[in-house]
């Protein structure tokens, strides 16, 4: 069965610093790998996303993810970050099991980043 | 706007109550979700529907009964609800694909009293 794991559930962080909000997951087969945003009482929006080629992928707000086949990972950077970056993200999963695959998300259990002046 | 929309945004309702949340989708997707959201805990999936079939329940009490007349609408109705029932409840819909997503609703807040 898949699996995502956030390893962090808090990451405070002054601005303009670096961060990095780490994501790992498990899986016998190809994976897609998400990761999405929620600002306070919003719905989650998606920030990026791997599907295949390059492996590193970027946001337009200047997060990116490194999708790490050997380490199973996908950990979400962002050189300098600034206070409207405070929010909760979450690192999904989802697998072409083929067939009748609805393509259903896997989530981890989330981050939430405080970037505090 | 993201191609989502739920409604009401908020919602107090007492433990007697009969309620209904709303969901509506343009984007010409497939498959559509309810999600739980608890202060502290992990998204719970609720149900999810596909080309307006339920396909999925994960062990919700029956006080939650979700419809999907369509792919476009999805309601959750609730009765007698309880107090930890209160929670941010999302939708979603996704194209059906493996590498599409979700696109999520702002959700509704729900506050059982």
Known sequence: AQSVTQLDS????????????????????????FWYVQYPNQGLQLLLKYLSGSTLVESINGFEAEFNKSQTSFHLRKPSVHISDTAEYFCAVSWDAGGTSYGKLTFGQGTILTVHP | ETGVTQTPRHLVMGMTNKKSLKCEQHLGHNAMYWYKQSAKKPLELMFVYNF?????????????????PNSSHLFLHLHTLQPEDSALYLCASSQGGANYGYTFGSGTRLTVV
């Open chain 2, 52 to 68: 307006k079939e339920q396909t999925e329940n994960n062990s919700v009490p029956s006080r939650f009964s979700p419809e999907c």
């Open chain 1, 10 to 33: 808090q990451v405070p962080v002054f601005e303009e610093a670096p961060v990095e909000l780490r994501c790992n997951y498990s899986s016998s087969v190809s994976v897609y790998l």
